[in-house]
Structure formats: C-alpha cells, structure tokens
C-alpha cells in the first residue's frame, strides 16, 4: 500500500521524524559546495520501504544547541531533478547526527540525496533504493555481511561488493545491504600498547574517555565511549563509500554493546556487572549512528532520550529468564530493534535481536564444567548440551536427574528450569506469527546467530592422540552460545514451519566468522533427520576465524593438530583440515593430515555426522549475495584474502573463490535441496 500525504505525515508522527515529502522534480536552489572535511562519517540511509526511506548525516558544530541543514532528494545525480527538500535538524544532544524520513518517493527507484549547512557547505552526495511494492515479482537482490573489526584489518569486502555491483546489470544490482552485527567493536586496542594480533597490525580507532580496561582492551562504559568507536569506524573510506551506495538494513550483535554480555549485563573478559547506564549508552549510540525504523524513548527520531536509569544487580528472573530489576527491564527495552521489511512479492525479511533479551548460556550452570573434558579443545557431550538447553522440557518432559560423562556425574542443574531461550518470549511471539502470516515467496530470518549445528565425532579420535578416549556412540558439539546448540528454541521454530506447511522458509545469519551453507533441521542422526528450510552463515568482513587462531595458537607437536590444521611440506600455511572435520568428520580429517589425497579422505566420511551441511569454511572473509525469485534463492559466497591491509586496487583485490548454493521453492511437505556450483576459485577442503 502506498500513503498518501496525510497518512504518511501521521505514520511519520509515530516516529517522531523530520520529515521531507516527495513532489514535483526541479533543479535544486541550494548553494552546495562540497566539503567532506565537515561531514566527517559521510551519509547513509537506511530501512528502505515502497514510499519511503530514513537518510541519515553527522554534520558537528564547535559549539552546542541546535543547528538546521537542508536535506534534498533527485532523481539525478547532478540534482537537477529534486523531487524533495526539507529542514533536517541536528544538535549536540544527538552528537550532531541527523535523520530525516523522507516519503511520497517512487518504489523500487534509485535516488540522490544529499545535505547542505546554512553556508553552503555540503556532504558527500548519497545514492539510495526504494523497496518495490509488495506485490512486484521482479527478483529481489541483496548482501548479507557482519564482524568488521576495523582495529585489526580494512574493509575490502565493501570495495568488491561495489565494484562489482556498479558493473551488473541495473536488473542485478543490489537493493540493500543486511548488515547482522558487530559493525563495531566496543573492545578497543591502542596501538602503542598492542602493535599486532596474530599477523595483523592494530590500527588506531578511538580513545576511550571514562572506561574500563580489560588486559588490553579499552571498553566504553558512557555514551561518549561508545560515540568515540562509532566515529572511528565511520572514518573509514571503504565504509563510508558502502552507506553512501546502499540503504542498509542493521541489527546488533554483541559488540555494540559488551563482548559477552546480554540484556543489560557487561562482560568483557572478566566477571558480569551490572551495566543498565552502559546498555541505554550502548542502545543511544547504535540509534545515533544506524538509519532504522526505530522508536527512542524520546518518541523522536532527532534525539534519543535516553531513560535514566542505575546499574544494580539483577537478583530476580522470570521463568523465560528475563532479569524482573526494573532497571534492567528499562534500559533493553529502551530501543526495540527487532522488526521485518517487506521487500516485493518474494521477500519477508524478519530480523531479530538475539541479545537483548537472551538467557544464561546453558553451559554456565553450577558443576558443568565438570562432565567436561578440556583436552578436546572445546568438545562437549552432545547428549548433555541438549538436556541442558531443554531444561525440564528434556525428554519429553521427563529430564534426567543427572548428567554424565564417562565416569563423571553431576546432578542436573537445568532439570526444574524452563527451556533456554534466546528470543525472549515477548520477541518469539512477534515472530513466529510474523512467520505463520507472511505471504512472500521467501521467509527469511535474519538473526546475527549461526543456526547450523557445529558438531564433531571425536570418538574415532585414535587412543593414541588423547588420554582417555570419548565414549562411543555420542557426538560432541562446539561453542554453546548461538542457535547451533538452541536446540529447543530452534526446535519450536522449525516445528512450527513444519506444522504450519510454511515453504521458502531460509536463514542468513553472522558472527562466526566462517561461511556456512545448510539446511535447517531441529534434529541431526540418531534423531529424524527432517529439513524444513535452507541456512547461512556469512563470513566476517574482517575479524580473525578460528583458523588464524589455530595457525597461531596450536603448537606444531599438539596431538589434536591434525584435526584442524594438514602440514603441507614446504607449504607457507597449512591448510584447514577443521573444515572437513566438521562436514566428514574425524576420519577424514586425520587421512587427509596424513595423505594429503582428498577423495581418499572424503572416502571416509561419516554419514552421520553432518547431513545438514553442504558448505563450511572456517578461515573465510568476505560476504554474501542472495537473489530471490519466484522459483528459487541462489546465495553466492564471495570470499576474499585475510583483509590485513587496504587494498588499492579498484576492485578491493583477488578473491578466493565464489561459491554460490542454489535452492529450488519446494511444496509442503517436501525437504529443500542445494545445489552448488564452484563460479571460480579453490573452497579447499569446503566441500
């Protein structure tokens, strides 16, 4: 549906918006001269919708109040086709940062934009695309990227994706970008303190005023911190000519806020804290720096209003886990950014928060620690982890009193508790009728959290390679803190797809670093085995993977080393044999550490151990393309050199490999296939 003028001016009241109305084109009156030097983070824009669409611009003063620039709107470049100017405000309360929603625009259409002080001095010129109505078939094409650690590497993902894109055809080129999280990094290094990470040089970023230090990392605590990482990043020329070509579509991940902290809890290293004033700065400044269709607590899009609030212990939790202190309550809900973008015939794109109203992590519970082995490098009993997760709902209801591993027993911590949930029960409602009721051809959920199950099956581990071997006939999974191990929360959603005869259902998600390409089931062998819909991981655009880790971490002589890293004599860097034991298992990752010979290793490949996976690379950079149409979502990765430095080259420089899975629409009741295709390059041990 499209607004006119009086609905679209009353839907824009309840965001409290600037607001500027598309009209009649003529030739811009403004007196615009460029000056970058005083829009020093450049512009963007954000949440594009068939009418309308938030632009955003940091224009600082030396002194404080409120100072008004001219936002305008062509349908050229050169704008001499203005379809829209109005005031946008900007003020020290909002760190000089603007955002105005402009409406009355025509969908799927690409205009300009850009921002004039009172002077005449301008901001860069912006490009930015309105989403086709809801019922165009065309095909709807975008990017999914997260994890740009831009204090230890430099976005030449961004430099590819617009390289390519300004050579595609207008049909091909993409509409926006879904950015799932870790835009920054809240844990700074200075490089005078650290000079390298890994192979890495530690680039200047920001100096944090009034926070913690954590080893060596520097940690915003107040608004100002935080501002201070967002300026940072937003310096970068790679980042700012990104926002300046797409809308973005952001959620958060853990960086925006605390390293391993979850609603209003800080963690960075050492021991929780209460942090509500951090969590209302931290949600402050994502609102401050991220175009979105969101609601402050001040009902206005030109400032925040941030709540007051205190950091007090939370000593009280709901049945869902959702910490009762008022002010905890107060600072997560302090922004809502869990929301869905309709985007054409084809794409519903539900997008959540998996942080701030998620519970403990299962694995954190009294005495786990001690059915644990840590010789196996993070293994831990696939059986335990799933009572864990499910609480009193393991077992149909029935939940073992205890936990055991090998000769191990621990009473079971989680058997009166209710299930684990990362959603939150309030967000879960939200979107699962979201889900129940969508109408596109594709059902997308966008969630920073991978949902594939990261397993191994460390008993064909020989007796020699480890002191005490891992009891038959149980696999072991890895990290605990995504929806690879959300068993009973994931299971409720794919249940629901299933019941529901729900098609086009997929999953595009981030923050591990490493590319990954599935299918969605709620059960792995022995357990039925029933896809309901197709899952991605992307790759970080920068952050280190487990693999620079282990290059770095494991020694040459660890007994486990074969299992992740294959030494190539005369080789520079051994390849990643972590990848086939994850998707073949141990076997074939120990034959290929040994032979080197690829289909004698994939020979041996358990069957059991990984039938949801079809893809997965531990060491990748870079992003990923989707396009979908009525028929099929084809998701290309595109995979880049570790990004250590800036690439000059107008294309970002080489790639990897371009890998694209394709996944035919499939009726009810039917299990989703992928089809894969090398474009060009070598996945290594991927496959």
Same mark, same amino acid.
């Given at each position: ?46 949440d $594009?919708e /068939?009418? #309308? ?10 002194? *404080? !109040?409120? %100072?008004?620039?001219? =936002? ?8 001499r086709?203005?379809?829209a100017?109005? $005031?946008? /405000?900007? #003020? ?10 402009? *409406? !009355?625009? %025509?969908p799927?259409? =690409? ?24 019922d ?17 590497g ?35 290094q ?17 100096r ?27 310096a ?122 998620c ?32 609480g ?51 059902k ?5 959290y ?95 993977g ?40 141990v ?35 870079g ?63 991927s496959?």
């Amino acid at each position: 549906m499209t607004l006119n003028r009086r609905q679209f001016v009353q839907a824009a009241a309840t965001l409290g918006a600037a607001l500027a109305w598309g009209g009649r084109a003529a030739a811009s009156k403004t007196k615009w001269r460029e000056r970058r030097d005083l829009f020093p983070e450049g512009v963007a824009s954000g949440d $594009p919708e /068939p009418d #309308s669409v938030i632009l955003w611009t940091r224009r600082p003063f030396d002194s *404080g !109040g409120r %100072r008004m620039l001219t =936002v305008e709107v062509a349908e050229d470049p050169a704008f001499r086709r203005v379809v829209a100017a109005a $005031p946008a /405000p900007v #003020s020290d309360a909002s760190d000089w940062t603007s955002r105005v929603l402009v *409406g !009355g625009l %025509r969908p799927a259409r =690409v205009y300009w934009y850009r921002f004039t002080d009172a002077h005449g001095n301008g901001s860069r010129i912006g490009r930015t695309i309105t989403a086709p109505r809801r019922d165009d078939p065309r095909p709807v094409s975008f990017t999914f990227v997260s994890c740009q650690s831009l204090n230890e590497g430099k976005l030449n993902g961004y430099r590819r994706m617009i390289y390519e894109d300004e050579r595609a055809p207008a049909a091909e080129q993409i509409g926006f970008v879904l950015h799932l999280g870790d835009f920054i990094y809240e844990v700074v290094q200075y490089p005078e303190e650290v000079k390298t990470r890994y192979d890495r040089t530690i680039y200047e970023v920001a100096r944090i005023e009034n926070g913690m230090k954590v080893r060596d990392f520097h940690v915003p605590l107040t608004v100002g911190g935080y501002r201070a990482v967002w300026q940072g990043y937003l310096a970068d020329p790679d980042l700012q000519d990104a926002r300046a070509r797409w809308p973005f579509v952001c959620i958060w991940d853990n960086h925006e806020f605390s390293w391993q902290g979850r609603q209003s809890i800080v963690q960075a290293g050492g021991d929780p804290q209460p942090g509500q004033t951090v969590k209302v700065a931290a949600n402050q400044a994502w609102f401050e720096f991220i175009p979105a269709r969101v609601s402050p607590p001040s009902g206005s899009l030109a400032e925040f209003g941030p709540p007051p609030v205190n950091n007090v212990k939370i000593e009280r939790w709901d049945d869902n886990d959702l910490g009762q202190e008022p002010n905890n309550l107060t600072a997560i809900r302090s922004l809502i950014a869990y929301r869905a973008l309709r985007y054409g015939r084809h794409l519903d794109l539900m997008i959540t928060d998996q942080h701030s109203f998620c519970g403990a992590d299962p694995t954190d519970a009294e005495g786990v620690g001690k059915i644990y082995d840590p010789s196996f490098n993070g293994m831990f009993s696939e059986p335990a982890m799933i009572a864990l997760d499910a609480g009193r709902a393991a077992n149909r209801g029935k939940p073992p009193a205890e936990l055991s591993f090998r000769d191990a027993t621990i009473p079971n911590p989680r058997k009166g508790l209710a299930p684990r949930t990362i959603l939150g029960a309030e967000q879960k409602a939200w979107f699962t009728q979201r889900l129940k009721t969508s109408t596109a051809t594709w059902k997308i959920w966008a969630n920073s959290y991978g949902a594939l199950d990261q397993r191994v099956d460390p008993e064909h581990i020989p007796a020699e390679m480890v002191a005490t071997p891992w009891p038959v006939n149980t696999f072991a999974m890895l990290g605990s803190n995504d929806y690879g191990s959300a068993y009973h929360e994931r299971g409720e959603i794919y249940d629901l797809v299933r019941d529901e005869r729900i098609t086009g259902f997929g999953i595009v998600s981030g923050d591990r670093h490493s590319f990954w390409a599935g299918y969605a089931a709620a059960q792995l062998p022995p357990g039925k085995f029933e896809p309901v819909g197709v899952s991605f991981v992307g790759a970080s655009l920068i952050s280190p993977g487990a693999m620079e880790s282990f290059e770095h971490r494991l020694k040459p002589d660890a007994k486990l080393r074969p299992l992740y890293l294959a030494d190539r004599p005369g080789a520079a860097r051994p390849d990643w044999s972590y990848n086939m034991l994850l998707r073949h298992g141990v076997r074939s990752a120990i034959e290929y550490a040994k032979s080197f010979d690829l289909e004698k290793a994939r020979a041996l490949s358990n069957p059991a151990l990984a039938p949801h996976l079809e893809f997965v690379d531990m060491g990748a950079h870079g992003f990923a393309k989707v396009r979908l149409d009525g028929e099929a979502m084809r998701t290309e990765f595109v995979c880049i050199p570790r990004p250590v430095t800036r690439s000059e080259a107008p294309d970002g420089g080489p790639l990897r490999y371009r890998v694209a899975h394709t996944a035919r629409l499939w009726r009810a009741g039917e299990r989703p296939r992928l089809q894969q295709e090398v474009i060009e390059g070598d996945p290594g041990l991927s496959i």
